[in-house]
């Protein structure tokens, strides 16, 4: 084929993986979101779980009423607008969050349960030039929830048998393989390995995406 053509088939490929959040454009994978809880505090399932939990509570509803709010307010202030906002739902979050989970488990996730008002996969959306509609927010919202909830629990379990040679505090190996994934430091190597075999995999799903439209 021509090279234009070439293009459009790519670009029709490259606008199908866009739209999937989940694996083909995870915004953890892709584009390096939400990576600081991930690091520190996910070094457990338990506490994978509970920042999930603060995701679904948190990422969705703060870019549903932000992009509602937007539409009250001038453009110019929208990074305001869904700053607030995330400050906003985080306290009916957190109080939520205190039903269900013990003061001293949410205890072990430190500042970065908080931190997660501030991060760029709750935030970044308002960088964009264009107004955001309810429908588009929630739909967005909740595949880019997923998205970010499927790393977390991957990376927290994944350090946890690794680190303690445990899976919700029960015994899966006799000895810890790699304690160092409990720290930080560890951490960083845990989610860079996975991104490796993860961006490879997407690399092999485009091409062959691409190849099933150029037979088409």
Do not use: H
């Not at 994978?29 to 779980?49: D, E, F, R, S, Y």
């Amino acid at each position: 084929m021509n090279g234009p053509e070439n293009e459009a088939l790519y670009s029709s490929a490259e606008k199908r993986a866009r739209r999937d959040r989940v694996f083909l454009n995870n915004p953890v994978i892709m584009q390096g979101l939400g990576l600081a809880p991930l690091i520190v505090a996910a070094t457990t399932l338990k506490n994978g779980i509970m920042l999930s939990t603060a995701v679904v509570l948190l990422l969705t509803p703060t870019r549903v009423l932000a992009a509602l709010l937007s539409r009250f307010s001038y453009f110019r202030f929208r990074g305001l607008t869904y700053a607030l906002t995330a400050a906003a739902v985080y306290v009916g979050a957190r109080y939520l969050m205190g039903l269900v989970y013990a003061p001293a488990e949410l205890a072990l996730l430190g500042l970065y349960l908080p931190l997660l008002v501030a991060d760029p996969i709750v935030l970044k959306r308002y960088e964009r030039p264009q107004r955001e509609r309810t429908r588009t927010a929630l739909r967005k919202g909740l595949i880019t929830s997923c998205g970010y909830i499927l790393v977390l629990l991957m990376v927290s379990a994944l350090r946890e048998v690794l680190g303690l040679g445990t899976l919700l505090g029960a015994p899966v190996l006799d000895r810890a393989l790699f304690p160092m994934a409990q720290l930080p430091s560890g951490g960083f190597m845990v989610v860079a390995l996975l991104m490796c075999v993860w961006r490879a995999a997407v690399s092999s799903v485009k091409k062959q995406m691409s190849l099933e439209e150029e037979q088409q």
